[in-house]
């Protein structure tokens, strides 16, 4: 009798496997057969269509030089498009292009010869083969800064204030939380909490801002796909650290590695950081005023606190300090140099969610050390210090908006 192939699986055996197998590729030959059917057809139906093409061109970065300027542009539409002419302040300016017809999601860099005054403002139109535009606006024309030695290392200059030195003064805390009492330690947790709280939503944020308006690579998704993938991963991770020590799904973390993935977190959001700064500062949209680099000083040096505070009743090494230390701040450095020559939308926003994702999981691990002795995670004391870390976050925050 023959079985049924809607019936229960098979016994095991060499030829049952293989069914199985047939079974599984079956669907997918199928797909590929209709796929390549379709193509060979030339998409039978689909051709005879009047409409006019779908034509949406992104302006991904401009940089200024001397009597030029040069535009990198996407195309984010499902057809492919063609400029034909750029017109500067309502004239047509002469220009070349690297790639004369631009696919779905292909970029393009346009060169544009044209004598822009300094500190005035430019508009810029895009006029592809059909007639459309696509409108660019420059609020104050600047050169860019030519990437040099020095321009690079101004850049690891600038990642160093920004991360690796508040990272580092945060840090020093570290005697202060050791002599701290139980509820003090109770508060300075949800504390920390609250500041990684402040921190994941600042990075979907910024995430989500980089790519405004952009449906290249599915836009905002690419942010929350990086807060998942995230999150996933670094579950998986531990689980599989738990499995390989014999530990429990009930153990809690250890102290030091409760640090090293707050600092991991730390790290991946100020790589995102770093990332907008550079690429700021390349189009000259970042001014490097004191009261900036105070800002972002004073901002980022709870980041440090965050990382010593589940070590409080340990004395770790002063290596080991030092390496949590670059782990959390030495990404600014490489995020600024790389947002500074190579800088693209969605790839920001999508690192910028793996840092989100990074940090919310490691801001639910330490809501468990928050407990009372009644075991409540939230009382009086933490839920006002855990507010006090997102106040103060966002108070430093408002230093450094410009």
Do not use: C
Not at 47 to 70: F, I, K, N, Q, Y
Not at 122 to 142: C, N, P, R, W, Y
């Amino acid at each position: 009798m023959t079985a049924d192939v809607w019936g229960p699986p098979e016994p095991g055996g060499r030829g049952a496997s293989r069914r199985r197998w047939l079974l599984a590729l079956g669907p997918l030959v199928l797909i590929v057969v209709l796929i390549g059917g379709f193509w060979v057809l030339g998409g039978p139906g689909l051709g005879d269509s009047d409409a006019p093409p779908v034509e949406e061109l992104v302006v991904e970065r401009t940089e200024l030089h001397p009597g030029e300027m040069t535009f990198t542009l996407r195309n984010e539409g499902p057809d492919a498009v063609q400029v034909a002419q750029v017109s500067v302040d309502d004239y047509y300016a002469p220009f070349t292009q690297t790639r004369e017809r631009i696919g779905r999601l292909q970029s393009s860099e346009v060169t544009v010869t044209y004598p822009w005054i300094e500190g005035a403002p430019i508009e810029v139109a895009f006029v592809t083969s059909t007639g459309g535009k696509i409108l660019a606006a420059i609020d104050a024309a600047s050169e860019s800064p030519a990437r040099d030695g020095s321009f690079f290392g101004l850049m690891a200059l600038l990642g160093l204030y920004v991360g690796v030195i508040p990272v580092a003064l945060g840090m020093l805390w570290l005697p202060f939380v050791r002599r701290a009492g139980g509820s003090w330690i109770r508060g300075l947790l949800a504390f920390t909490v609250g500041l990684l709280a402040f921190l994941v939503f600042d990075a979907l944020v910024e995430g989500v801002a980089a790519v405004q308006g952009s449906e290249a690579f599915e836009g905002p998704l690419v942010v929350f796909l990086g807060v998942l993938l995230a999150y996933v991963i670094l579950e998986g991770v531990e689980g599989a650290v738990r499995r390989r020590q014999g530990a429990t799904g009930s153990t809690a973390l250890s102290a030091g590695a409760l640090s090293l993935l707050i600092a991991i977190g730390i790290g991946l959001h100020n790589f995102g950081e770093g990332l907008a700064i550079g690429s700021a500062y390349a189009v000259g949209a970042l001014a490097l005023g004191a009261f900036l680099v105070v800002g972002f000083a004073i901002h980022n040096t709870t980041e440090g606190l965050a990382i010593v505070t589940p070590l409080a009743e340990h004395r770790p090494r002063l290596g080991r300090l030092a390496l949590l230390g670059l782990i959390a701040g030495a990404p600014a450095i490489v995020g600024a140099l790389i947002g500074s020559t190579a800088y693209q939308p969605a790839l920001a926003a999508f690192l910028l969610g793996v840092g989100a994702g990074a940090i919310a999981q490691v801001a639910v691990k330490l809501l468990p050390l928050l407990r009372d002795r009644d075991g409540r995670t939230l009382d009086g004391l933490t839920a006002g210090a855990l507010t006090g870390g997102v106040a103060f976050m966002f108070a430093t925050s408002l230093l450094i908006s410009a």
